[in-house]
């Protein structure tokens, strides 16, 4: 079939899609648009157009509360010259034709931006073409607004659905036309608008579907007992006792685990059943015998104890300036701190689950599944189950919450497992303690950091060593050092005006999966490097949000790559998104008088600051505490301010600045994962304290600053800040420096130590 039949024929059935590639018959003028900058913009990616003027917009990432589906469509919509109340979303399932879906680094605006623009305009354009072609008269004197045709000269008007059929046999317009008709920033209708979400009202009425609403016909349930450690093996299993338990079915054995771990499922035993609980029963009932296998001499004191070990020598240099030994030999002051920040949890509102069903040959297998990265789930699916990649369907519900944890398909290969096995579709469920004690955790670091003053108090001299099982240790078995992709997080882009300074890492090897969490490295770095920058103010005797800006310097653009760090820029061109002093500095300033500092306070109170930059955004927090004679912490109040560029939806940007701050927030106070002979001891709320309500702030206070520049990430910048400002708050108002999270653990009761000040050096 002709390219142009096969489209009028989509176009005859009720939706207007564009072909998925240009055919031979496609005008040589107007090539295809698959190699914009982001992506393809083929304008049939992302935009159909039904005959009754519905506009059906593909989202190709996945949807957990960040509002990636308004986002998206407020972005096409501005373009396509769209009715907003005419907007329909379709959740794209999991295919190479998208380009990179993977939902994380905070880069489904950065990365698409550009290329979703481009797809709207184009399809505007082919819109007012197939007016002008009906109307006989030229398309320069027709205009689209709010899903209509206009030919101003004569009042004529069309709505998108009639011009649907037509506009598929337009061909598609080539990238300078399409990037000339972009709709000019001070025209824009949605872009920066705070839109209405298009899906809370769903949430609110109990329409939309997460991971565990799925269902399909015949299907069955199932839960799965997994190794304590890391690479251990089942000895011995009875399922005797499971199988006397009204509706459970069978018992599946999964594969055993070989190094490396990657997203390959943990092994273990599956009970299957006809509902949750008998499964939950059923898993109860087994007997089991493990073998631990090498991971099972992982205690974490003595694991933090390695770590304090190695970063109190030299580590490998991964960035440097100037001379620091020298400068710190000849420093009038020289202050040395020790950080630690242990294993964290992602802890999902909804844990893991996934459905699955094998064709009837059983040569293809169907998945829904509330994952991240849907493409990575059809790879790893694909390679434990023995199939092409084509043979494998990933279709994206809503997440009930990712922060990474759903990046990682393991549980959507096990569902794909266990269906095989029992020769039904089957959903696998993941329970919070299955979630607490089998995930992936975010690293442990520990990091020790030296600076040097001269005789006025001046900086002159900053050493930050590093040390922390990798990422990488999943994908290479025995990987210990560092990547770089790790320490441009928030370590070898430390934008300090400091005229000597070193960045060094040391090695460590890995004892649980280690995978990324929200804001990922900049979590443990920032913490370190904005609570060493006010232990300096503390010092040279001067205010830190004052010698915050002046270790900041003035305006300038940095770069790593001079200094003998290998540093990305987050994926993105430095010359779009340069390093930038004085943004950040911006927010500081912003966020300082946001919070009226330097007010007289309360006895007992504090203020604390920290600014970093990640993700090419700039965040600074201001936290305020309250400490009262028996070491009881409130917060009265935080101010934060994000700079992230252009922002799609102001209202959306601001929640994410709210809720990055309270997630990191909470990872401060009490965020907290240990292991005992390699398996972890945290297995459900009691044990795995977060943040309460009458915990939050009782005030908080965002602003998103109105900027020109390229959009910044937005869903993990506002965290890394929140630790170091409330560590510097508390230090404010106690004197007592805080250099190890979690702030409160089991010992301590939910209250500081508050009995004079604390001033460790090398102890940390």
Same mark, same amino acid.
């Given at each position: ?79 396509? !010259? ?56 030229? &398309? ?29 046999? *337009? ?66 299993? =009875? ?77 490998? /240099? ?6 620091? =030994? ?5 420093? #009038? ?7 630690? /920040? ?32 849907? *493409? ?39 569902? &794909?497992? /266990? ?14 303690? =299955? ?85 990922? #490295? ?45 540093? =990305? ?64 912490? !409130?917060?009265?109040? /935080? ?14 940007? !601001?929640? *994410? ?108």
């Amino acid at each position: 079939m002709q390219r142009r039949a096969f489209l009028a024929g989509l176009a005859a059935g009720g939706s207007f899609v564009l072909g998925l590639t240009l055919g031979a018959d496609a005008d040589a003028a107007s090539p295809s648009l698959t190699k914009v900058r982001g992506g393809d913009a083929t304008p049939s990616l992302f935009i159909g157009i039904t005959a009754a003027g519905t506009i059906e917009l593909t989202c190709h990432r996945s949807e957990m509360g960040q509002q990636i589906w308004n986002a998206i469509a407020q972005i096409l919509a501005e373009e396509l !010259a769209a009715d907003w109340d005419r907007i329909e979303i379709i959740q794209a399932e999991g295919h190479p034709r998208y380009g990179d879906q993977n939902t994380d680094g905070s880069r489904s605006v950065r990365n698409n931006f550009h290329r979703l623009r481009v797809a709207g305009a184009a399809m505007r354009l082919m819109l007012i073409r197939a007016a002008a072609k009906q109307w006989k008269v030229g &398309a320069k004197g027709c205009r689209a607004e709010l899903g209509e045709v206009i030919h101003d000269a004569s009042g004529r008007r069309l709505g998108y659905g009639e011009l649907a059929a037509g506009a598929a046999e *337009q061909p598609i317009p080539s990238l300078k036309q399409s990037e000339a008709a972009l709709v000019p920033r001070d025209q824009w209708r949605y872009i920066g608008a705070p839109v209405p979400s298009l899906t809370v009202p769903k949430i609110v009425r109990g329409q939309g579907t997460f991971g565990v609403d799925v269902r399909v016909p015949g299907m069955l349930y199932a839960v799965v007992a997994r190794p304590p450690q890391v690479l251990g093996r089942l000895r011995s299993c =009875d399922d005797a006792a499971s199988k006397q338990i009204p509706g459970v079915v069978a018992s599946v054995e999964l594969p055993v685990l070989e190094p490396p771990v990657r997203f390959k499922p943990l092994g273990g035993v599956a009970i299957v059943a006809r509902d949750t609980w008998a499964a939950i029963r059923g898993r109860a009932a087994l007997e089991l015998e493990w073998e631990p296998g090498e991971n099972a001499d992982y205690n974490s004191k003595a694991y933090a104890e390695l770590l304090f070990e190695q970063v109190r020598e030299p580590g490998e /240099v991964r960035r440097k300036r100037g001379d620091v =030994d020298a400068a710190l030999a000849g420093a #009038a002051t020289r202050i040395t701190a020790e950080y630690y /920040v242990p294993h964290l949890a992602h802890s999902v509102m909804e844990p893991p689950a996934a459905t699955a069903r094998w064709s009837e040959s059983g040569d293809a297998v169907e998945c829904w599944a509330a994952v991240q990265s849907p *493409q990575s789930a059809r790879s790893a699916v694909a390679a434990s189950c023995g199939l092409p990649e084509d043979k494998v369907t990933i279709h994206v519900t809503w997440l009930g919450g990712g922060f990474g944890r759903k990046a990682k398909p393991d549980f959507v290969v096990e569902a &794909a497992l /266990v269906a095989r096995a029992v020769g039904a579709p089957v959903k696998l469920m993941w329970t919070r303690e =299955d979630e607490l004690q089998h995930g992936y955790y975010h690293t442990v670091s520990a990091q020790r950091l030296e600076g040097g003053l001269d005789q006025q108090g001046r900086c002159v001299a900053f050493l930050h060593r590093t040390v922390f099982p990798p990422i990488g240790s999943t994908f290479t078995a025995g990987a210990s050092k560092p990547a770089w992709g790790e320490l441009r997080l928030g370590a070898s882009d430390t934008p300090f005006d400091v005229p000597n300074l070193q960045l060094e890492s040391g090695e460590v090897p890995a004892k649980v999966r280690i995978g990324w969490l929200r804001s990922v #490295a900049n979590i443990y770095h920032a913490f370190a490097v904005q609570s060493f920058a006010a232990e300096l103010a503390a010092a040279a005797g001067r205010d830190q949000k004052d010698y915050l800006l002046e270790l900041i310097g003035p305006p300038r653009t940095i770069d790593p790559n001079t200094e003998g760090a290998e540093y =990305d820029n987050y994926g993105s061109p430095m010359s779009d998104y340069p390093i930038d002093a004085g943004r950040l500095a911006h927010v500081v300033e912003l966020a300082a008088d946001m919070a009226g500092w330097g007010r007289t306070l309360p006895a007992g109170h504090g203020l604390g600051i920290a600014a970093h930059r990640s993700f090419v955004s700039y965040v600074a927090t201001v936290i305020e505490v309250a400490v009262d004679d028996q070491g009881t912490l !409130a917060i009265p109040g /935080v101010w934060s301010v994000m700079d992230a560029g252009t922002v799609v939806n102001v209202n959306h940007a !601001a929640s *994410q600045l709210e809720g990055g701050t309270l997630f990191g927030l909470s990872n401060a106070l009490y965020g907290e994962i240990t292991a005992k002979d390699g398996a972890i001891e945290q297995d459900n709320f009691p044990r795995w304290r977060v943040m309460r309500m009458p915990e939050a702030p009782r005030h908080m206070e965002v602003k998103i600053v109105a900027s020109n520049a390229p959009p910044g990430g937005v869903g993990e910048p506002p965290t890394p800040p929140a630790a170091p400002a409330l560590a510097n708050a508390i230090f404010a108002a106690t004197g007592q420096r805080i250099r190890r999270l979690p702030v409160f653990d089991t010992s301590r009761r939910d209250r500081l130590a508050v009995a004079g000040s604390r001033h460790e050096g090398d102890e940390g």
